[in-house]
């Protein structure tokens, strides 16, 4: 199974600031990522696809990158709204597998 | 508008069974594979099965092989998780999700299954 290592497990910041999630998978995942957003006691929604590509209504202050086993997710400008546990997931191999979650806070 | 609503879960047994259902509604429900995705209380997002969008493949991570069947309705625009030789380490809320290629695009609100004597 392909390992997906997320970091840092937890993260505060002020709102205004811009704040910045990794993801490195165990073997090299060809830009087959996707980030998810699960704000408290919701379902998750998701924000990016094949690395790099908003999903429909996500706001322009989230923006993926990466290739390879590096993938980031940046949040510009931090919302109250913000608020939530970011996942990301490689749909690359079967099985799918999920990084263990950022959660992100506001100071 | 895209509606996935989970239902059946529940407490039950360890060893005993369980079947999960998921109303779909606002598109074609037999264009698109779906998937079962769990998390289990406080923890991360498991894959844990996946149906091709006609029913004729069916995908199924390595802990529930043998154990859970997914499988759906096209006339009925309804999935389902039929959870057999439920162990505690089933214990999470189950969500129902259409994919979109190999990502989850929509996610219902989860049903919460509890594997406890």
């Known amino acids: 199974d392909i390992q997906m290592t997320q970091s840092p497990a937890s993260l505060s910041a002020s709102l205004g600031e811009t704040v910045t999630i990794e993801c490195l998978a165990s073997e090299d995942i060809y830009s087959n990522l996707a980030w998810y957003q699960q704000k408290p006691g919701k379902s998750p929604q998701l924000l990016i696809y094949y690395a790099n590509s908003l999903n429909d209504g996500v706001p322009s202050r989230f923006s993926g990158s990466g290739s390879g086993t590096q993938y980031s997710l940046k949040i510009n400008s931090l919302q109250s709204e913000d608020v939530s546990i970011y996942f990301c997931?490689?749909?690359?191999?079967?099985?799918?597998?999920f990084g263990a979650g950022t959660k992100l806070e506001l100071k | 508008e895209v509606q996935l609503v989970e239902s059946g879960g529940g407490l039950v047994q360890p060893g005993r069974s369980m079947k999960l259902s998921c109303a779909a509604s606002g598109f074609t429900f037999n264009n698109y594979d779906m998937a079962w995705v769990c998390q289990a209380p406080k923890k991360g997002l498991e894959w844990v099965a996946t149906i091709s969008y006609d029913g004729s493949s069916t995908y199924y991570r390595d802990s529930v092989k043998g154990r859970f069947t997914i499988s759906r309705d096209n006339a009925k625009s309804t999935l389902y998780l039929q959870m057999d030789s439920l162990r505690s380490e089933d214990t999470a809320t189950y969500y129902c999700?259409?994919?979109?290629?190999?990502?989850?695009?929509?996610w219902g609100q989860g049903t919460l299954v509890t594997v406890s004597s």
């Open positions: 999700a259409r994919h979109e290629h190999y990502w989850f695009a929509y």
């Open positions: 997931q490689q749909n690359y191999d079967s099985p799918y597998t």
